[in-house]
């Protein structure tokens, strides 16, 4: 397992006002922007990592948002410019609005300025922005932090284990469609571990999971070896991390410290009714804890989605051991989720219930925040009926927030809702044009890669050439008619079907299918056929925003001995249209 300084650059984006994408490197943040930022991004993304680099630059200081929050009143930072991390682990302490509870804070302390980190899920977008402009006179930044690219991946891989063994790992989860395990800065130091061990690489998020914390508890210098964590049992050292971690989440504790106390700290001797202390403490001094700097004996979890997939193993372990389960599991739900549902500091824990306690706690689990299992938890792993549930569960959500998938961007476990056990139900959601849109995409996005997406080839063709239905969904419906092995689909005439609908979206889908299909099927005048039309080229000049994303793919991925043939068939399109008189034409430039 890498150290936390082993730091990986990164890039973030954001959206300007005239809608286009912008970029960033993180080194840029601090001089290129003196609004107030906002940085977001999915669990183990590298969040904390980044604004513990940004809070060592001159001027800045890294703070957590739990540990603001215990400032006194009228505090002064002096001319420090704040980083503030993790926004969404306050609401474990503070009732009311996590950003509320923050914004009167640095009230209170003289409004500093200020870069605050947020799980993009648990961001309140327009409303907060607003907020956050009435106190400080204009709107904050939002950046979003973008994954690794594969060769960012590879390049950060090779650093951490064997040079072939890292390339041969992506290829492998790649080619398994599961590139979030090696895009996710978190993932990939659970790749390194596992590969390291020379382990299988695993298939699912749980797996993933269970093999790096099984890995991360060895312990690895040869002087300790014998004694420490290494003499406990597996299920020992990991029942009393869990038993830690899971206290630090539910009390909103910043961290535990072994010996003394601390403020924001939580006193490990305080816990003895839930673990060994001496157990405890050899945890604490493994890789699955790491020491705060300059902190005299305090640890946090290596990471928080390790804090909440341990922590929901060690409470699933009382409840189903319980002589009493029944009250005990109304109690442990009690300590998590209120009449409001489950706060977002503790969504991560609440998500694991499912895979842990299937039977006690998992149905309540599915119903209180179904988002937040295949967000956060194992929406892969989960049996047929789970997935039953789920689906209902989803169905409620959808009508009573009908965005509640956050921009249809964020990484999700959703594998285990295209089952082959589910193929009627399946095919009759997505058939049902009343169902609602979002809930629609989220299973064909399921059905992409699945062995239920053959059977069906045919609701998928449909949907994908229907006009009418939403551009997400038709863009899924695509994918996986695509990724259907040894299918004889004729994609050419797919292709003219689309181009002869005439609107916008199945130009543009059809340039985003090109390379799903494979460039080597469709013929160079065909492709120049979809180009045109996707740029509008032949469209009368209108105010309308044209952008040419659509295009990176071809762009990239376009093999070069084509290029040639591709411009030349472009050519000889739009020669014949263009007025010698004005080369420029009507609506091209």
Known sequence: MTDARDYIPRTLSWTDVALKSQTVRDSEIVSRFSEPVVILGDPGIGKTWLMEMLGEQDGHQFIRATSLLRQRDGHSFGNTRLVIDGLDEVAAINEGDPLHNVLTKLIACGKPPFILSCRSAEWRGVSAKIDIADEYGGNPRDLNLELLDEDEAIAALERRANRDKAQEAIFTLKQAGLSEFFRNPLYLDFVAAIINANGALPSTRAELYERAVAQLRVETNARHQGRGIDALSEDAALSAAGAMMSAMLVTGQSAIIANGSAENALKLSELSDL??????????????????????????????????????????????????????????????????????????????????SPTRLGPGAIDRDPYGVIRYGDGDGLSADQARKLIEALRQLALFDPWFRDGYWASEAIGALAQPSLLDEIKTLVRNETEHVALRCLVLEAVVGSPIAEALQSDLEAIMLNPKRAYRERRAAGEAVAGIIGSKFDWPKALQQLLSLKDHDSARLATELLDDMGFEKIPVELVASVVIANGRLFEKKSRETRTFGTFFRLQSQYPLERVSALLDAIAAKVLPRLDPKRWWGEGYD
């Open 275 to 356: 673990s060994d202390l001496d157990t405890m403490k050899a945890v604490l001094r493994s890789n699955l804890f790491r020491a705060l700097p300059l902190s005299n004996g305090q640890f946090i979890p290596l990471h928080r989605t390790v804090a909440e997939f341990l922590g929901a193993r060690w409470l699933a372990k009382q409840v189903d051991s319980h002589s009493s389960a029944r009250q005990m599991a109304n109690r442990t739900v009690g300590l998590i989720a209120g009449e409001g549902g489950v706060p977002s500091s503790l969504r991560g824990l609440h998500a694991w219930f499912p895979k842990f």
